[in-house]
């Protein structure tokens, strides 16, 4: 619950547009042998769902 809450919202980076998601790290980096570093995105689905209608559109993001 915690998670969703820090990913939802306004961007703490300046500008008014919504957040895309947050990064979760663990305190002491840690390494799998298979998948390399171990670092977690979760995705803001209000985000998501409004990059994908970009998509299907074809416009650009507010990054690009």
């Known amino acids: 619950e915690k998670v969703e809450e820090l990913c939802q919202g306004k961007t703490r980076a300046g ?5 895309e998601g ?3 790290k ?3 980096e840690r ?3 298979e ?3 171990v670092i977690l995105k979760y ?3 209000e985000y ?5 209608g970009k998509k ?9």
């Open 15 to 19: 500008g008014d547009h919504l957040r």
């Open 22 to 24: 947050i990064v979760i």
């Open 26 to 28: 663990p305190m002491i």
């Open 31 to 33: 390494y799998d042998n």
């Open 35 to 37: 998948l390399g570093r």
């Open 43 to 45: 995705f803001n689905p």
């Open 48 to 52: 998501e769902a409004r990059q994908k």
């Open 56 to 64: 299907n559109k074809k416009e650009p993001t507010e990054y690009h």
